[in-house]
């Protein structure tokens, strides 16, 4: 039976990296990050307390779950490409269609004025980002990955910018993601959008809930509260006459259902162990202050694409650590 070693991370933080090793030859498993309360000693019990896991890891760690560089060994001693580096490439590519598949397809919808273009641009809002980050379990867990899966991204912002500079035409991009079909549009709220994208990537990746969470916040409670503030947002905040109670309390709710969903989703894969009570306060916290963040009338001064993600990302650092 592996002997589970719990670290605390070097700020005391609460949230506790479980490092894992199985018997001889010792293998760095993939750093499975335990969401719980900070270890405390109750004067009644000896030992210390931990509350009850929700989702449980199995001790046995699965093969996939191995964290290692690619083995290049094997390939420069002619026996080929690793088997990780083919599985992030085939999942790059899968993704990168899935990608503008994505975007194609609301392109359609729009053309034959099926759905309006502004909710077009909100649903490839939402839908992009959460099915980005639903898509990083598919990348193999050598250290090299979350660059293979950046690419995507990355590529999404190269499109935007030639586009967004009429270097070149893409209809289709222009109508599916932009609110009143200039291509200049397309430099703003997107560009942010998929820069905000590469960064969760790249400094959270699998590893932390903070850019599972933030990107939650900008997809699922950012999209919605457009959606629902511009079809029930008759009552306008009083700070804020561009936004509405309903667009705000949208924001909150679906920030947090979506941000638990996906912590689910990761915890069910075995990359989170998350304590309910625990992780439920936490989210709803990042919740609260994202909505607050994204009410405020500073449109004009920065763009929600990139207040809502950062306000997640410190508020979900400074609470779960
Ligand atoms: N808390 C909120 C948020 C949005 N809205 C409604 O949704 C519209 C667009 O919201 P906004 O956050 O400004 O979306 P943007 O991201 O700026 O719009 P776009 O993505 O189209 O650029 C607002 O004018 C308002 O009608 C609202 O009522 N209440
Ligand atoms: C309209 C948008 C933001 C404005 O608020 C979203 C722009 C989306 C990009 C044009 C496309 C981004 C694609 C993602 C990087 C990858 C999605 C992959 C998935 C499998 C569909």
């Known amino acids: 039976m592996p002997k589970a070693v719990i670290m605390h991370l070097a700020s005391g933080a609460a949230t506790t990296a479980a ?17 719980r309360p900070r270890l405390h000693k109750s004067p009644l019990s000896p030992t210390p307390v931990w509350a009850t896991p929700l989702f449980h890891c199995s001790p046995s760690v699965p093969r996939h779950l191995l964290l290692a560089p690619y083995d290049l060994s094997s390939a420069a001693a002619g026996g080929g490409i690793s088997a990780e580096l083919l599985q992030d490439a085939g999942a790059t590519a899968l993704v990168m269609a899935g990608a503008y598949s994505l975007v194609s397809a609301f ?9 309006e273009q502004s909710l077009s641009r909100k649903l490839v809002h939402i839908l992009s980002g959460l099915l980005f980050v639903a898509s990083w379990p598919i990348f193999s867990t050598s250290i090299e990955a979350r660059y293979f899966a950046s690419l ?6 190269l499109r935007l910018v030639i586009h967004g500079l ?8 222009i109508k599916s993601v ?10 703003r709220g997107p560009l942010y959008y998929v820069l905000i994208l590469i960064s969760c990537a790249l400094l959270f990746w699998r590893e932390s809930p903070i850019g599972v969470i933030s990107l939650a916040m900008m997809c699922g409670g950012d999209g919605v509260a457009d959606i629902m503030g511009r079809r029930f947002g008759s009552l306008k905040l009083p700070y804020n006459q561009k936004k509405s109670w309903a667009g705000s309390i949208s924001m909150f709710v679906f920030g947090f259902l979506v941000s638990i969903g996906m912590l689910y989703y990761f915890s069910a894969l075995g990359y989170f162990q998350m304590d309910l009570v625990w992780t439920v306060e936490r989210v709803a916290l990042v919740s609260l202050v994202a909505t607050v963040v994204e009410s405020l009338p500073i449109t004009g001064v920065v763009d929600d694409n990139i207040s809502v993600p950062l306000a997640s990302m410190v508020t979900a650092f400074l609470s779960f650590g």
Not at 107 to 115: A, E, F, R, V
Not at 152 to 157: A, G, I
């Open 19 to 35: 490092l894992s090793f199985t018997h001889p030859p010792f293998s760095l498993l993939r750093r499975r990050v335990r969401l």
């Open 107 to 115: 392109d359609n919808l729009t053309q034959n004025n099926l759905i």
């Open 152 to 157: 995507v991204p990355l590529v999404n912002c």
């Open 166 to 173: 009429s270097l070149a035409t893409d209809e289709g991009l």
């Open 178 to 187: 932009t609110r009143e079909g200039k291509p200049e549009e397309l430099l």
